[in-house]
């Protein structure tokens, strides 16, 4: 036997997010004067996703809806713009996928389990979000998601890639994280601030930064000697998600 239990929301007009766990339930018998059962829960780990729609849209990434009731709409649509070729490079550079599953109407839809951890945000009016690689996983229907190709070369050799998901508008997104919502630290850069990272540390940031990617000192031997590759250089003003617990066994949560 296993239940849901909700550990998170957030909502935005008509569309509402829900996290949940799915943990098993176990029996245990009390003694005393009237025996009882008490139930126990354990976390299994896997989390599902319900969203709950009110004459609103959420586009779901290929592949994770796991069933939805109420009068609602399906349908698949382009999320990336261009002809086919370049719909598959731009998507193979992002990690994203060129096409999406739109659900609109009045009701509720249940994502896949998985053991991935997720984060909730809302978007406010003319705001720009850049993702890490294959971090988006549903938004929004008044939110657009597109690709942003870096204008450095080398970006393409850095933690994030040459192209990343960008999300523009205003609404709810949620977004895969490696690491779980506690973890995540956020850098708060005022005009004219810099910093500087390594991309495999970095979720997302707004799209109000000026971003240079390259070595961390310069000189090909110097770059060889630090160790350190080719780095995010993010310049204020704005904000920086970073998953700096992140290691190969995951989440320390």
């Known amino acids: 036997m296993s239940y849901r239990v909700k550990l998170s929301e957030e909502s935005c007009q008509g569309l509402k ?3 949940y766990a ?3 339930v176990k029996s245990q018998l009390i003694q005393g004067e009237t025996p009882a059962f008490r139930e126990i829960y354990a976390d299994t780990g896997n989390r599902q996703i319900k969203f709950t ?3 609103d849209s959420v586009t779901l990434e290929p592949g994770i809806l796991s069933y939805a009731h109420g009068d609602l709409k399906f349908e698949v649509v382009q999320q990336q713009a261009g002809g086919m070729f370049s719909r598959a490079v731009r998507s193979a550079g992002s990690g994203e996928s060129a096409f999406g599953t739109r659900v609109s109407g009045s009701g509720e839809v249940w994502t896949e389990p998985t053991h991935k951890h997720f984060i909730f945000a809302n978007m406010e009016g003319n705001d720009s979000m850049l993702l890490d690689d294959k971090a988006y996983y549903a938004a929004q229907g008044s ?3 597109s690709t942003h190709t870096h204008k450095k070369v080398q970006g393409v050799l850095s933690g994030n890639g040459l192209m990343q ?5 205003a609404g709810l997104f949620v977004v895969e994280c490696p690491v779980s919502v506690h973890e995540v630290e956020v850098l708060d850069l005022g005009p004219g601030q810099t910093a500087t990272l390594d991309g495999d540390m970095m979720l997302m940031f707004t799209g109000t930064m000026e971003v240079t990617l390259g070595p961390l000192v310069r000189g090909l031997r110097n770059s060889l000697r630090s160790g350190e590759g080719l780095v995010y250089t993010l310049k204020g003003p704005g904000q920086v998600f970073l998953t700096p617990t992140h290691i ?3 989440s320390l949560a």
């Not at 998901?165 to 508008?169: C, T």
């Open 17 to 19: 997010a829900e996290l």
């Open 22 to 24: 799915i943990c098993s």
């Open 53 to 55: 729609l009110s004459n």
């Open 143 to 145: 939110l657009k998601l």
């Open 165 to 169: 998901p960008k999300l523009d508008g």
């Open 248 to 250: 190969s066994l995951g």
